[in-house]
């Protein structure tokens, strides 16, 4: 298998190294492996999706509940 950095998924995926960091450190990334203080990602792998609310609804219950 075929790994890539955090420097070449940054490149590739478009998005800051410091978030497929914390990705990897989540268990986001299948098939990460940490050797040492490095993280090898594999290269055939896909960008993940964005796992943020963009509807503006808050999965927490409502801002307003307390009233």
């Known amino acids: 298998m075929e790994y890539m950095t955090i420097q070449d998924a940054s490149e590739k995926w ?4 410091r978030r497929i960091q ?13 050797f040492g ?3 090898a990602i ?3 792998l896909d960008k993940p999706a964005d796992a943020r609310v963009k509807t503006g609804k808050y999965r927490k219950g409502d801002l307003n509940d307390g009233q």
């Open 37 to 39: 203080r490095q993280w």
């Open 14 to 17: 478009g998005i800051s190294s």
């Open 22 to 34: 914390v990705l990897c450190s989540e268990g986001r990334l299948q098939g990460a492996v940490k």
């Open 42 to 44: 594999p290269a055939d």
